[in-house]
T-cell receptor, first 112, second 112 residues
Framework: EAGVVQSPRYKIIEKKQPVAFWCNPI?????LYWYLQNLGQGPELLIRYENEEAVDDSQLPKDRFSAERLKGVDSTLKIQPAELGDSAVYLC??????????FGQGTRLTVV | DAKTTQPPSMDCAEGRAANLPCNHS???????VYWYRQIHSQGPQYIIH???NNETNEMASLIITEDRKSSTLILPHATLRDTAVYYCIVRVGTGTASKLTFGTGTRLQVTL
């Protein structure tokens, strides 16, 4: 069975440009998470979905970040416009309810 | 969720047991102890979790003190592939409040 799939694996963009990340969770997992991980730090939760509903987006910088999970399966995370400080790894994870979470490989974003 | 305290780094000789401590003195009665690890350039990987009783699986053992204020993750025979950052997390078991909050973890270096 495939795990959590994220794309792209790497992305380099110029500041002020938009960028989008895509996540395909494990089949049947209704809970989906987006995390941000800065170098040398642990992952920080950006948003958590239960099916289509964002149940915790308190840490999502809503002025430039947005996310959606249409149909309660795949999800996209968007940044517009990107800033230099957004350079980080963006991780997606999924779980069945509040069970153990499975993480994807992440997307490494570099803003130049 | 309760906060955890872990040593920033540890070393272990290959073939020996690695014992990773975690302090969670403010843990609540309904919070579980989870352990994840993150190998370089990969997403976090679930290892084990527990509530009160000690737990063992194919990867590791989890020892939780009787007062639940601390725990130890044991890798019985560490190998070079166990070199990673290990995160101890306490988490409410169920419901919309349940989420994984990562700290900075313990960087375990397994050496020959």
């Amino acid at each position: 069975e495939a795990g959590v799939v994220q794309s792209p694996r790497y992305k380099i963009i110029e500041k002020k440009q938009p960028v989008a990340f895509w996540c395909n969770p494990i089949s049947g997992h209704n809970t989906l998470y987006w995390y941000l991980q800065n170098l040398g730090q642990g992952p920080e939760l950006l948003i958590r979905y239960e099916n289509e509903e964002a149940v915790d987006d308190s840490q999502l910088p809503k002025d430039r970040f947005s996310a959606e999970r249409l149909k309660g399966v795949d999800s996209t995370l968007k940044i517009q416009p990107a800033e230099l400080g957004d350079s980080a790894v963006y991780l997606c994870a999924s779980s069945l309810g509040s069970g153990r979470a499975f993480f994807g490989q992440g997307t490494r974003l570099t803003v130049v | 969720d309760a906060k955890t305290t872990q040593p920033p780094s540890m070393d272990c000789a290959e073939g020996r047991a690695a014992n990773l401590p975690c302090n969670h003195s403010t843990i609540s009665g309904n919070e579980y102890v989870y352990w994840y690890r993150q190998i370089h350039s990969q997403g976090p990987q679930y290892i084990i979790h527990g509530l009160k009783n000690n737990e063992t699986n194919e990867m590791a053992s989890l020892i939780i003190t009787e007062d639940r204020k601390s725990s130890t993750l044991i890798l019985p025979h560490a190998t070079l592939r166990d070199t990673a950052v290990y995160y101890c997390i306490v988490r409410v078991g169920t419901g919309t409040a349940s989420k994984l909050t990562f700290g900075t973890g313990t960087r375990l270096q397994v050496t020959l």
